[in-house]
């Protein structure tokens, strides 16, 4: 992501190589503790799936086997598919 870029849907699909428009639902967030943690929360709430949840940061990013994951603003998307 380039400086100060924001993130939207449209941009993301802009850059996928297959058409998910209808299969997917999309959650862009600024920021979250973590997209992994969301999506456990979202999956036990009932939430509609497939959903991918995209973050620009977070805060207590995990990564596998519950280390931690650096995940800074800017530097790069974080995200969960459930």
Known sequence: MTDN????????KAHLST???????????ESV???NTLAKRLAHEG???P?????DHQSAGRGRL????YSPKTDGLYMSVL
């Open 51 to 55: 959903l991918v949840i995209v973050a």
């Open 5 to 12: 870029a924001s993130i939207s849907v449209p941009m993301i």
């Open 66 to 69: 519950g280390r931690s994951f």
């Open 19 to 29: 058409n998910i428009e209808d299969k997917y639902d999309f959650m862009l967030l």
């Open 47 to 49: 939430v509609k799936t």
């Open 33 to 35: 503790d973590s997209t």
